[in-house]
């Protein structure tokens, strides 16, 4: 068989779940947070005040990046007193490790300074918080080597909370040099702007924004301007530093909304770099986003990306709606079109240290905290929340909930308390906090006692081994958010539960809620449902929680976050190296080198494209009218006579001259090329004159179905094509509709007649195939090959046509690309200058590298963990795809190996332009299949550079009229059946290619999007070819397939068949079926749809006659086979009685310990058992075999086939006799009067041997061999 494998797939992760494997990265991995992992606080006096600790806490854990101290850093003594954390709370406190006790508020809290390192009067301790980001971030540099950029934070006076206000510049370097050597960090210093960035404009505007919280203060804007002012400002620094550090083959990962802006800004400067954004907060739907005055460019800053994450794939949902809606971008559900690139979007849930969590739960500090927790409520049950204070976190409808609780549920007052710490955040948050003062008051008041308080709730932070031990000792953990991107907390609170297995509620609004299924899900705003909740989880039984506990833990420690971080760096790699985004971006125009090219051309031809490139897109089309500024610039290109100027354009003769008919010297081309009016001349040309146009009453039905069926569209009518517009449409709903039409289009007219599908800027165009602007395009060309210098300008798909034509051609090498204000245009370079005699020097020839396979063309396969595999996976194990030399030796229809750059083909003139273009490469052509015929593979053999094609279904199924025709010559595997001889043997599929008997030069696959798996691979064929074709085949590297010629089939030498049962004299019953039914092209079998049906039912009478004692102990023996290669003269079973038939000693060498994956040599078979035995085919009684059963294609029952030996033979009835005992119907074929005999199948090999073999075909069909 021939086997299409890419020459650098790599089987990296997608996003769920990761392999572990690590790939390649030529360069560091950068990453960049808003705020660096340490906070760095001045002191003058290193010696730290001595603390009474009572008990002592826990000493920090080592952190990931492990330095060498150097003469700077303090000494032992130093960070053991530096690390010594301070309690609240004295020894002789009978709750001294409570820390939520009665007492607790009255004792004044000490600072907790995980010192690490200092130098100087610098001090460097780690930050508190995001622990999940800094931990992720850290483990890459287990793997790679990474730098982290990021702000300094605050620089405070140690000790106290006052800023230091001056930071000299040998300051700056003392600390770059501390942070580098800590944890290679590169600090940057933020001056006042810093305030007006993250106080102002990230928590001020997007943060609420954010989380669903729009115009809460009324505001004239003012304020919010000089917000957005510092905002731009710490995102351009943050670029530059960036930038300056940037080395080649570096990966950029910048995190959260900070710094929204950053990747476009790198992109301006480094176009080829490959970026990853991830989104830690919420991503809010596109009708909150509207409200941001500001929108459009920070999505535009986001999407100059490579890869975007987000927590959940809600919120990369959202984010693609908005950039459809708001930018109006084209999108698909994996990446948004931008700016002529696909911007990746994926979903990667974030994780925590898991193992870290563990130790610190271990830690001496906390154990004593635990037991004065459970002593203080020894008698009660104890639920825990703890969360910031801000109102997205749900605190008050926490709180309102356990008063329910309480009220509905009045058996567990005085037995449950609700333990609440809210910490300090930024912000105004005093109407909050009096709120839930008053809540808690109310609660305490109605349900409370002198000696019994419901509701503990202490605004403060609370120490590390505070927190965990409160985690620990929970019989509930409780977290109501309204709207919050991860929320770790439930992820800590189940490693901390490992030996209680508590239950987690969990808010539905929860970043985590679609990870953590286990956990007992609530809507936070349903106060009586928390409630319940609540009740049902303090009620449920241990093996309940313990079940739960084990499904949150194995996530919680699985899906790490290490496995974050790795995953988005993984599937960043991966999508870089797939897509190539940045390669193939469309350069700015360089105006001055332009302009001089421009002077210098001595003959000039243009070609201006006029909807979107003359005159901007409009909602209406017919308002697109030229302005007279527009006129003046056409008339005075026209007036220069080393011009000649042309619109090449879809509209019709009628408007173009009413709008550009007075511009003297302009020539026209409308609708797409389907007709000409040159310069100077008032006579059109009709280029379709004599095409059939009898398909368009069949696609103005359709569009006319989809008109009615969406509002906002139209039908456009000219005389050459026809167009569906729905610029007026919803955007989401427009397109949808768009590519139901188009699969509609494709089923019913394209796959049936010589007609092709223009996809546009919000339209959908069907024209003639051989029709469009690269062939006008040519065609005006071929009258002027005297020109100097090409102008060629779009906007639109349609004009990739031209730009095709134009590099396609010897000008070719002449072409360059570029783009002005965003939109992609093409021009030409003038002939080179003359050297120094005076004389032109040849024809340039590019410099190029010989290309090298760097791409990978892969697809998500659910089977195997969602690895990324080649697209050899849907292809391995496939039969030939011909009958060599129309034997029974089944082969492959080349030998012929090498690799191929994908070169994508529309339409036969793409074909036509292929035969006669000049490359120099071998090309895989991805051509559709109706184009897909003899007089085109001659032609294109005759290039020799060609080495294999790709064809393609498109979106739409197979239409019912290929599925009768067989690649057989017409009757499948008549020449190899029963009756081969017999001229009156009825014909099973009269209709015939004969394709499986033709000799092709080159492998042939088919690629058809029929499922999920399928439609991943035929989408990144199409995409990788589509690269190569913007890239015009000559800029590299070039996406490229490899064709890898096996063999894989029945051969004349001798096997070894085992036998499991004793040599008796028993007779065989054998139970056969088809395991394979493709022939040249995925699902267009030899005669039936599929032989899965016939496989499954043969499984499953195997395992049902397995559990059937009588049958062991029997007067029979049952052989089950199943056959590979039948649709191939029945290879499979030909082979079978082959090898039974024919005397054959087995190897009798040293036995094999392992079976390789590839055949074995002949000689030496890969054996299980030397012992075999041959099954006699004078044994064998009886053959059923199953055929096609489960198509659903009949609906009359089952039908039994029989050969004459059978007719009037006991078979048939005694299947029928099962009749009345199941709900089949089992009937005869030849209940109709008709005896056809056998149908193509493997039982005519067993009775060419032996013709009394009771046989029987069991079929769903009767007459016809249906595909």
């Not at 997608?14 to 494997?21: D, I, N, R």
């Not at 702000?151 to 003392?174: A, C, F, L, N, S």
């Not at 010989?850 to 595999?869: H, I, Q």
């Not at 023996?1117 to 290879?1131: C, K, M, N, R, S």
């Amino acid at each position: 068989m021939s086997n299409v494998e890419i020459l650098t797939a790599e089987k990296v992760a997608h996003y769920l779940p990761f392999s572990g494997q690590t790939p390649t990265v030529q360069g560091r991995i950068i990453n960049v947070t808003h705020q660096i992992p340490f906070n760095i606080l001045k002191s003058h006096d290193l010696r730290p005040d001595a603390f009474l600790l009572s008990p002592p806490r826990s000493p920090p854990l080592p952190q990931p990046v492990d330095v060498q101290p150097t003469s700077d850093e303090p000494s032992q003594q130093d960070v053991a007193a530096c690390t010594s954390p301070t309690s609240p709370i004295e020894k002789r406190d009978p709750v001294a490790a409570a820390p939520v006790s009665k007492l607790a508020r009255h004792h004044q809290r000490g600072h907790t300074l995980r010192a690490k390192f200092h130098a100087a009067d610098w001090t460097v301790v780690q930050r508190r918080g995001h622990a999940a980001l800094y931990a992720g971030v850290q483990s890459l540099s287990k793997d790679y080597e990474t730098i982290h950029i990021g702000w300094t934070g605050p620089i405070r006076v140690k000790g106290t909370k006052q800023p230091v206000r001056q930071i000299y510049q040998e300051d700056k370097v003392k600390l770059e040099k501390l942070l580098w050597h800590t944890d290679h960090i590169i600090p940057i210093f933020l001056d006042s702007k810093s305030h007006g960035h993250y106080e102002g404009y990230c928590k001020q505007v997007l943060w609420p924004l954010f989380h669903y919280i729009v115009g809460v203060t009324a505001s004239d804007g003012r304020k919010e301007k000089k917000y957005w002012a510092d905002y731009e400002a710490v995102n351009q620094q943050f670029a530059d530093v960036i930038i300056e550090n940037y080395r080649e083959g570096d990966i950029i990962c910048i995190h959260d909304y900070h710094l929204l802006l950053v990747p476009e800004m790198i992109r301006s400067k480094i176009p080829n770099a490959v970026i990853g954004l991830f989104f830690h907060a919420t991503m809010p739907s596109s009708e909150i986003l509207r409200c941001l005055t500001t929108r459009n460019i920070i999505l535009q800053g986001m999407l100059g990306s490579t890869l975007i994450g987000f927590q959940t794939y809600s919120y990369a949902r959202h984010f693609i709606s908005s950039c459809t809606r708001v930018l109006g971008c084209e999108s698909t559900q994996v990446g948004v079109n931008y700016n002529g690139h696909m911007v990746a979007v994926g979903a990667f849930p974030i994780g925590i240290d898991s193992d870290r969590v563990h130790t610190y739960c271990k830690q001496p500090g906390v154990q004593p905290k635990m037991a004065a927790i459970r002593d203080m409520y020894s008698d009660k049950k104890i639920v825990i929340g703890r969360d910031k204070l801000d109102s997205t976190k749900g605190v008050l409808q926490k709180l309102n909930a356990f008063e329910q609780l309480l009220e509905r549920y009045p058996e567990w007052r005085n037995k449950v308390v609700l333990i609440q710490v809210a910490t300090p955040t930024f912000g105004d948050h005093g109407k909050l906090e009096t709120k839930i003062s008053e809540a808690v008051s109310h609660i305490n008041s109605t349900y409370g006692s002198l000696e019994f308080t419901p509701v503990h709730y202490f605004h403060q932070d609370v120490d590390r081994d505070e927190y965990y031990a409160l985690l620990s000792v929970a019989d509930v953990g409780l977290i109501t958010c309204i709207r919050d991107g991860m929320n770790t907390t439930s992820f800590e609170f189940v490693v901390c539960q490992n030996e209680r297995h508590s239950p987690l509620i969990l808010s539905e609004f929860a970043g985590t809620a679609g990870s953590l299924s286990a956990a007992i899900h609530v809507n936070p705003w349903d106060y009586a449902g928390v409630a319940k909740a609540l009740n049902d989880a303090l009620n449920m039984p241990e093996e309940d929680k313990l079940t739960r506990h084990q499904q949150l833990y194995r996530h919680v420690t699985s899906h790490t976050a290490s496995f974050w971080a790795h995953s988005f760096v993984n599937q960043l790699i991966s999508v870089s190296e797939q897509q190539s985004l940045q390669s193939h971006a469309t350069p700015a125009l360089n105006i001055p080198t332009f302009l001089e090219e421009y002077r210098l051309a001595g003959k000039r031809l243009m070609f201006f494209d006029y909807d979107g490139t003359l005159t901007p897109i409009v909602s209406t089309p017919s308002e697109a009218k030229p302005s007279a500024e527009l006129l003046t610039y056409l008339q005075t290109l026209c007036d220069n006579p080393r011009n000649s100027v042309w619109v090449v354009s879809g509209r019709d003769q009628a408007t173009l001259e009413e709008w550009l008919g007075n511009v003297r010297g302009l020539g026209f081309s409308a609708e797409h090329g389907c007709y000409l009016r040159p310069p100077f001349s008032s006579d059109w040309t009709n280029i379709v004159d004599g095409v059939d146009m009898s398909w368009k009453n069949d696609v103005k039905e359709i569009f006319a179905y989809y008109t009615e069926r969406t509002q906002g569209s139209f039908i456009e009518y000219k005389k050459s094509s026809i167009t569906w517009h729905y610029r007026l449409a919803d955007v989401e709903y427009g397109e949808f509709q768009a590519k139901e039409c188009q699969n509609h289009l494709e089923n019913a007219i394209v796959s049936k007649l010589p007609v092709e599908i223009l996809v546009g800027k919000k339209n959908l165009e069907v024209r003639p195939m051989s029709i469009n602007k690269g062939e006008i395009v040519k065609r005006i060309l071929s009258q002027h090959m005297d020109v100097d210098m090409v102008i060629c300008a779009g906007d639109d798909k349609t004009d990739e046509d031209m730009f095709r034509m134009l590099n396609s051609i010897h000008l070719a090498s002449k072409f360059h690309r570029a783009k002005q204000n965003g939109s992609p245009t093409f021009a030409a370079q003038p002939c080179p200058p003359t050297d120094s005699s005076g004389s032109s020097p040849t024809s340039p020839t590019p410099t190029r590298t010989r290309r090298s396979p760097s791409v990978a063309l892969s697809s998500a396969w659910s089977d195997m963990n969602m690895e990324l595999f080649s697209i050899t996976v849907d292809m391995i194990n496939w039969p030939c795809s011909r009958l060599l030399n129309s034997t029974s030796t089944i082969g492959c229809s080349t030998r012929q190996t090498g690799s191929g750059v994908l070169f994508l083909v529309n339409s036969q003139v793409d074909i036509d332009s292929f035969v006669e273009m000049s490359l120099d490469d071998s090309f895989a052509l991805v051509i559709p299949y109706p184009l897909l015929t003899m007089d085109n593979i001659a032609n294109l053999e005759k290039t020799g550079r060609v080495t294999g094609l790709l064809a393609t279904f498109g979106t739409a199924p197979i239409t019912n009229a290929n599925m009768h025709q067989s690649p057989d010559e017409n009757n499948p595997n008549h020449a190899f059946g029963l009756y081969a001889s017999d001229p009156n043997a009825y014909v099973w599929n009269p209709q015939g290619t004969a394709l499986a008997h033709t000799n092709f030069p080159f492998p042939i696959f088919g690629v058809e999007p029929y499922d999920t798996n399928s439609t991943i691979i035929y989408n990144n064929i199409m995409t990788a070819a589509q690269q190569n074709q913007q890239r015009q085949y000559s800029q590299y590297p070039l996406q490229a397939v490899d064709f890898s010629a096996f063999m894989w089939a029945a051969m004349d030498s001798s096997t070894c068949l085992r036998r499991g049962w004793s040599d008796d004299q028993k007779p065989i019953v054998v139970l056969t079926a088809a395991m394979d039914s493709n022939s040249l092209f995925h699902d267009l079998t030899v005669g039936v749809g599929t032989a899965l049906s016939g496989l499954v039912t043969l499984l499953t009478v195997a395992d049902t006659l397995s559990k059937q004692p009588a049958i062991a102990n029997g007067n029979k023996h049952v052989l089950y086979t199943a056959f590979a290669a039948e649709p191939w003269g029945f290879a499979g079973s030909k082979r079978f009685l082959q090898d039974i038939t024919q005397p054959f000693v087995c190897t009798n060498g040293s036995r094999s310990t392992s079976c390789p994956y590839d055949n074995s040599p002949c000689s030496l078979p890969c054996v299980q058992n030397l012992d075999f035995k041959r099954i006699n085919v004078n044994q064998i009684d009886t053959v059923i075999e199953f055929g096609s059963l489960g198509n659903g294609l009949q609906d009359t029952g089952l039908w039994a086939h029989v050969d004459d030996e059978n007719l009037s033979g006991p078979l048939v009835q005694h299947l029928q006799s099962y009749n009345n005992q199941t709900n089949i119907s089992l009937q005869p074929a030849y209940a109709d009067g008709v005896h056809r005999r056998l149908p193509p199948s493997s039982a005519m090999s067993f009775l060419s041997h032996k013709s009394n073999i009771k046989a029987a075909v069991l079929t769903e069909y009767q007459s016809q061999l249906p595909r």
